[in-house]
Each structure stands twice: as C-alpha cells, then as structure tokens.
C-alpha cells in the first residue's frame, strides 16, 4: 500500500517510475553524532503512530485508511517483498490489465483503470507544489541536521528561527511550501487514484490519504518542537514525517 502513494508522488518528477522515496522527506539524511554513527530514527520513542487520533478532526482530511479500516497500514514496507508490481490490483497508471481465473476466463480490473488523460492535468496543475514542499522539507532536515553536530549555543538557538520561518504561511497569508504540498498531494491523489468506473474513494486514495495524514502531523510537532525550543521532538517528527 506504501508503494501507491509513492508511486503518485515520483510520477510527478518522473512519471510512474517504482521509488523508494517518501511523500515529503526522500532520500535519508544521515545525522552524524561525536561517534561518526548515523543518527537512529527516533520517532519511534514518541509513539507518534499510536497516538489518539481522536476520529481525525484534526487530520488534513478525515476519510482515510484508519477512518474507515479502523486501523493504520505498516509504517515501512518492504518494497522487495510486494510481489508482481504489475498485478491488476496495484495497476492505476493507465493499462487496463486482465488476470487469470482459474476456469480460464479473465477478470478485468477496470474499477482501478485511471486513464492518462485524466492523469495529465494533475500533474500540471499539482506537480510545482508537490516537488517545492517537499524541497522545503528536506531543508528542514539539513537544518536540525546542522544543529545536531553543532554543540555551540549560538547554533542551539538558531535552529527554531530556521525551522520556523520555514513552516511559517506566506506574506499572502498561504500556508508553507511543506503544508501546500501535503493540500495538493490530497488533490493529486484523487486525480491519480480515483476511476472514473468506480463512484467511491478507492483502498489505494485512502492508504495515500493517510501517509498524507501522517506528514501533517510530522509538521504540527515540528511547530510544537519550536514553540518548546525542543530538539529532540523537532528531530523525532522529522524522522516521522520523511518516511510518511
């Protein structure tokens, strides 16, 4: 289910091109401590994926895959492991595929055939802010990993100036490249995910509505972390929302 969401978000660099990169964070940044070692993902120590949800009125968008399944898809998966990509069931970039039954007829899969031309135009209108807010948030990233190899206190204090005026709206009163990203990934994903041969949201639009979900909440406790001056919380949601 991983593997849908980004597949949505590489499209919009490079077509639908299988990737291990994330909505917001891509590649891994390494967090070198004293020791040379890389820095541990700590988000985990937060609990932050099993926290009260209280039934997501604080979410981007309410109806995802926890709304409605009443529980969350794996935090990582193992891309290797998912096999036969090109099974019906995972095909929602353009070839209307048939599998085999066992009596020997096929079985389309046409409730999942999203056609190009309506691709297309959610790349063009989407694809600018998707790719800007996920720069924005990999800035993030070299900040808090800056400060973490600096021990200097000047370079402690700096951190939530950084961190803040990037997350911060616009002088338009718009939200932050980052958070924009995640209001037009929602839009990107109905676009890409949703068939016109099938009324309601998909399994695939919900898995990506909550990964989307889950950044936002990376960026509130991103916004809490610098409230409290709080580095370790700042570094935690990082870890949290780069791999969402």
Known sequence: RRQILQEFI???????????????????????TDGGDNHEDTSSLYQFENRHRNKNKDALIRDDYWFMAGKCPPRKLNMES????????????????????SGGSGAGNSCTYVSLKQRIPGYSKYAFNVRLGRQEYQELGHILSRTSNNTSSSSSSLWTRDVARLLADTAAGTPCPAVDA???????????????????PPLELLVARFYLNEANFAIQELQRAVERQDLDLAMAAY?????S
């Open 82 to 101: 998912m096999a036969g990509f090109n099974d019906p069931k995972w095909n929602t970039w353009g070839a209307c595929q048939t599998e085999s039954t």
């Open 239 to 243: 870890d949290f929302g780069r791999d």
């Open 10 to 32: 590489r499209g919009v660099s490079i077509g639908t091109v299988a990737s291990s990169s994330s909505f917001l964070g891509g590649s891994t940044i390494a967090w070198a």
């Open 182 to 200: 995640l209001l037009k990934g929602t839009l990107l994903a109905t676009v890409l995910l949703t068939s016109p041969n099938y009324s309601g």
